[in-house]
């Protein structure tokens, strides 16, 4: 092989991580993505800009984002990884039967959605599920796709969008924190080190807002997932807006309390999402009635409400 084709052929490795990053916008969201350090993603960027030539992103203090050239080689990229894996699975598993592909909330979905899963494998022994890790909007057809479970607003251009539930948050922090920072109401809040959902960057001012509290919240720490703020505020470092639900083993084993005994309704809800163009396929049509019957029996369980 010539230089100028090794020169065109960039490692997997590397071009899973460049998509990775090009998607999630974040050199530690991809990091968490594909199991690796930080310091690997950005090694790995930095070989392919040099293998290529080119200035894939630029980078500053706030931040990555994707240069012009970064983002005509993402749009290409994404579609050809998402040929070669599921080229790749469907040399792996050598199935006939349907296959779902599936994107899901990192914590809703190892918190509340794979707990529950087994009993869809028990109904649908045919179908082979395929699971992904999204936040926030992408392209089905791109990502290779089929249905994903969303939090947010049923705005998905092109998508049906069946609502499945509120998300109902609580202020929540450690003992040892809040026998530090006493709280007695809702404005006490304000003083204290608050943190901080990157993907809800209004929720303290929508929680203030509906208790009638006026006030600045304080910037505080922000994070990507909802695993990184239970884990800040076991350590101590502050209060956080969480949904109950996705927190149960926390608040069972006293490493989280509620700071104020109550709950509001977030703007955001978690949706059933696919394209319109999948609706009909049997698979979705399954998964997405099956979910429905979940939540409703998901309603009469015990939880913290």
Request: aromatic share 8%; with cysteine.
């Amino acid at each position: 092989m010539s230089n100028l084709s090794r020169r065109l052929l960039p490692s997997t490795s590397a071009l899973a991580a460049f998509e990775s990053v090009a998607r999630l916008g974040s050199f530690s969201a991809a990091a968490d993505e594909l199991s690796l350090t930080q310091g690997a993603i950005s090694r790995q960027i930095s070989g392919l800009e040099e293998q290529l030539g080119l200035l894939l992103f630029d980078r500053s203090s706030r931040g990555v984002s994707l240069t012009e050239p970064g983002r005509a080689y993402a749009k290409a990229i994404g579609a050809a990884l998402s040929q070669i894996r599921d080229a790749s699975l469907k040399a792996m598993t050598k199935r006939h039967g349907d296959t779902l592909n599936l994107a899901m909330l990192p914590t809703f979905g190892t918190r509340w959605l794979l707990p529950r899963i087994p009993r869809f494998v028990a109904a649908h022994p045919d179908i082979t599920l395929n699971f992904a890790t999204r936040i926030g909007i992408f392209d089905f057809e791109q990502d290779g796709l089929d249905v994903a479970i969303h939090i947010g607003q049923p705005n998905w251009p092109g998508a049906d969008c069946t609502f499945l539930m509120d998300e109902m948050v609580a202020p929540v922090a450690s003992p040892a924190f809040l026998r530090q920072n006493p709280v007695a109401a809702p404005q006490d809040l304000l003083s204290l080190p608050l943190l901080h959902m990157a993907s809800r960057p209004g929720a303290w001012d929508h929680f203030f807002e509906t208790q009638g509290v006026a006030g600045t919240p304080s910037p505080g720490m922000r994070f990507e997932q909802f695993a990184s703020v239970g884990q800040a505020c076991s350590a101590g470092l502050g209060v956080a807006l969480m949904p109950l639900f996705l927190i149960e083993a926390e608040l069972q084993a006293g490493d989280l309390v509620q700071a104020l005994p109550m709950q509001v309704r977030s703007p955001s809800s978690y949706y059933v999402v696919a394209p319109i163009t999948r609706m009909a396929f049997r698979p979705v049509a399954l998964f997405r009635n099956w979910l429905i019957e979940e939540v409703g029996r998901w309603r009469d369980e015990p939880f913290y409400a």
